[in-house]
């Protein structure tokens, strides 16, 4: 089976410039998370999904940042003018939803984003 | 307070040998469940192993054992026959279960480098 899929796997764009960051999801799970990770701040979760409606948001940084998940197979991470000081790895992750706490995610390889 | 604590920043061991990874971790929910992933230099996060907080036995995943100490609330990793391959940032993380969310906390991660 196919993993997580992250697109574009790098991304180098200019101060102000929107970036548009992509999941495809696992078949079949239920829970969609978008991580940033960062030097200084580690692992932080921005937002997810459950069954393709957003659960929590109160991770995204500000109103730059904006996520969807139009159906079970995709989703989005977007900011909105971007800023050097988002400058990060863009993890996005899923899960089956087979139970609280027993659930397992699984990470796409990551999106290496450098707002120049 | 921090909810999971990894205490070693970095961490040697020759190749072939055993080495303990240190997780500990604070709830005051009765379900949860510890996670273990790597990230080697490449990037991306692969899960290694789960312990549920019901779980009586130690998980264990080939050369991957978890020594979970509920009463000390430690969750530590035990990566016997260590390989080169081994080398990577190891990060603990935990999902509690009595408010029903679905977030993973995650630790700092330890960084782990096998010798030869």
């Known amino acids: 089976d196919a993993g997580v899929i992250q697109s574009p796997r790098h991304e180098v764009t200019e101060m102000g410039q929107e970036v548009t960051l992509r999941c495809k999801p696992i078949s079949g799970h239920d829970y969609l998370f978008w991580y940033r990770q960062t030097m200084m701040r580690g692992l932080e979760l921005l937002i997810y999904f459950n069954n393709n409606v957003p659960i929590d948001d109160s991770g995204m940084p500000e109103d730059r940042f904006s996520a969807k998940m139009p159906n079970a197979s995709f989703s989005t991470l977007k900011i909105q003018p971007s800023e050097p000081r988002d400058s990060a790895v863009y993890f996005c992750?899923?899960?089956?939803?087979?139970?609280?706490?027993?659930?397992?995610?699984?990470f796409g390889p990551g999106t290496r984003l450098t707002v120049l | 307070a921090q909810k999971i604590t990894q205490t070693q920043p970095g961490m040697f061991v020759q190749e072939k040998e055993a080495v303990t990874l240190d997780c500990t971790y604070d709830t005051s929910d009765q379900s949860y469940g510890l996670f273990w992933y790597k990230q080697p230099s490449s990037g991306e996060m692969i899960f290694l192993i789960y312990?549920?907080?019901?779980?009586?036995q130690n998980a264990t995943e080939g050369r991957y054992s978890l020594n979970f100490q509920k009463a000390r609330k430690s969750a530590n990793l035990v990566i016997s026959a260590s390989q080169l391959g081994d080398s990577a940032m190891y990060f603990c993380?935990?999902?509690?279960?009595?408010?029903?969310?679905?977030?993973?906390?995650f630790g700092t991660g330890t960084r782990l480098q096998v010798f030869p």
């Open positions: 992750a899923s899960s089956p939803g087979t139970g609280v706490f027993t659930d397992t995610q699984y």
């Open positions: 993380a935990m999902r509690e279960g009595r408010r029903n969310t679905d977030k993973l906390i």
């Open positions: 312990q549920g907080s019901y779980d009586e």
